[in-house]
């Protein structure tokens, strides 16, 4: 099954690129919207294995959205998307936890290869999610089988 990549930007322009370059160069579903309210939507309704959202938007600013969407799923991993990069920007969005910080314009390469290494970075959350679920239900085992023999 192919992860879900949801981007988020006040500017089509922007997400048909996002979208042409990651639907060219990987198997990975892309949604867009314009909208972080909707995007907000999406994550509670889940299936969303990476967010990539701009930092300025009208409606709500990038940070308030991953912010908002780290109440939601607090394992999703998010980059920051921002033509007003600056260190002080930069940190601010690395303090939000933010995966990676790019400035536009960008490269193909840089977007891809940071999409790349978000999405190894979930599935190895993932994967240990469940084996920590897997660990507790043999733990759960042998302490019910303990019991049983005393």
Do not use: C, W
């Not at 919207?33 to 300025?56: F, H, K, N, S, Y």
């Not at 308030?64 to 940190?91: C, K, N």
């Amino acid at each position: 099954m192919s992860e879900t990549i949801l981007i988020v930007d006040d500017e089509p322009d922007i997400l048909d690129l996002l979208e042409l370059i990651i639907a060219d160069k990987t198997d990975y579903r892309v949604v867009t919207t314009t909208a972080p309210r909707e995007a907000l939507e999406m994550i509670r309704g889940g299936g969303v294995d990476l967010l990539i959202t701009d930092l300025r938007m009208p409606e709500m600013d990038g940070s308030d959205l991953v912010s908002q969407a780290g109440r939601i799923d607090d394992h999703l991993p998010f980059i920051v998307i921002t033509a007003y990069g600056t260190p002080e920007t930069a940190l601010e969005v690395i303090r939000l936890g933010a995966f990676d910080f790019i400035t536009k314009p960008f490269r193909q390469e840089q977007i891809l290869l940071t999409i790349e290494k978000a999405i190894k970075f979930r599935r190895l959350q993932q994967e240990n999610q469940a084996l920590r679920a897997e660990l507790e239900a043999l733990k759960k085992q042998e302490s019910d089988r303990a019991a049983r023999n005393l």
